[in-house]
């Protein structure tokens, strides 16, 4: 809560609105070895291939999650 706002989309096609500068969380994910681009109104953009695999959404979100407690940590 203290990183991402809403969650919107629906399906693969997702944006987390964020609460800090998207820029900020673009690089943490990029350096955390998820890739993203940003969107209007501070939202972060996910768009999965559609032949996506469960292990790789597993593999995502330890990354969201790793990206939000050390963003967290470093306020």
Do not use: W, Y
């Amino acid at each position: 809560p203290a990183v991402f706002e809403e969650i919107r989309g629906s399906g693969l096609m997702l944006g987390l609105k964020c609460r800090v500068p998207n820029t900020d969380v673009i690089a943490a994910m990029r350096d955390g070895g998820l890739l993203s681009v940003g969107a209007a109104d501070n939202v972060i953009r996910l768009l999965p291939p559609l032949i996506i695999e469960r292990s790789h959404v597993d593999e995502a979100i330890a990354i969201l999650e790793n990206v939000s407690k050390n963003m967290v940590q470093a306020a």
